[in-house]
């Protein structure tokens, strides 16, 4: 009796379900499951592992989980990352100078703040970083402002370089301002503030003028 029981709740239980799925058909509402987000070769080279394993196509790395990427030429087998957010555009300060994202940042001399907009951040503008969003200081597009071009050259003595790879980056000096890290700048990497050397040096400008002076 308690296995008649048993068998007509389990055609009971089929026979909702089909149902359910047969309304879900004709109303258009099924809903696909979602892919695994695809993941793409790590673009930041200076992270890339001391050891990795050659390959020639991602069937190689499997097995570890990872995919075949160029290195510097080379194919090996690095862990996949998310693809970064697309490029946002922003509204030109004032109206008439283009802003963009720096590619090689300046110090932030305010705080570290999320944004997911512009107006999260003026007078800052919001620039993707990784998966996240972060508030930076706009550098103008220099080839859309021919005007602005001789700016360029200085402003690399407050431009931060990138860092070096993790090998060689085990204990990075945290700091708030460039005061704490001078002659180095005090640089924002996502949600944190070290000291970096500049793009171009302040003591060797420094060291080049006084020699002129002293030789003049």
């Known amino acids: 009796m308690a296995g008649r029981l048993l068998v007509g709740l389990s055609l009971l239980l089929l026979s909702a379900v089909s149902f359910t799925r047969g309304q879900d058909i004709k109303d258009n509402t099924v809903i696909p499951p979602t892919d695994k987000e695809e993941l793409i070769c790590p673009t930041n080279k200076t992270n890339i592992p001391l050891?990795?394993?050659?390959?020639?196509?991602?069937?190689?790395?499997?097995?570890?989980?990872?995919?075949?990427?160029?290195?510097?030429?080379?194919?090996?087998?690095?862990?996949g990352i998310a693809p970064p957010k697309p490029k946002p555009t922003h509204t030109p300060f004032l109206g008439i100078i283009p802003?963009?994202?720096?590619?090689?940042?300046?110090?932030?001399?305010?705080?570290?703040?999320?944004?997911?907009?512009?107006?999260?951040?003026?007078?800052?503008?919001?620039?993707?970083?990784g998966q996240l969003s972060y508030c930076r200081t706009p550098l103008p597009q220099w080839e859309r402002t021919p005007r602005l071009e001789p700016l360029k050259n200085m402003v690399a003595y407050l431009q931060c370089t990138p860092p070096p790879p993790p090998l060689f980056d085990l204990f990075p000096k945290p700091c708030r301002s460039t005061l704490d890290c001078f002659p180095n700048l005090c640089c924002q990497e996502k949600d944190r503030k070290v000291c970096r050397p500049p793009k171009k040096s302040m003591l060797a400008l420094l060291a080049t003028i006084t020699q002129r002076i002293g030789s003049g």
């Open 51 to 79: 050891f990795t394993l050659a390959c020639s196509t991602d069937d190689d790395c499997k097995i570890l989980g990872e995919q075949c990427c160029d290195v510097s030429g080379k194919r090996r087998c690095l862990r």
């Open 99 to 129: 802003r963009d994202c720096p590619s090689e940042p300046l110090p932030e001399l305010m705080a570290i703040k999320n944004c997911t907009k512009d107006s999260d951040c003026w007078p800052r503008i919001c620039c993707p970083d």
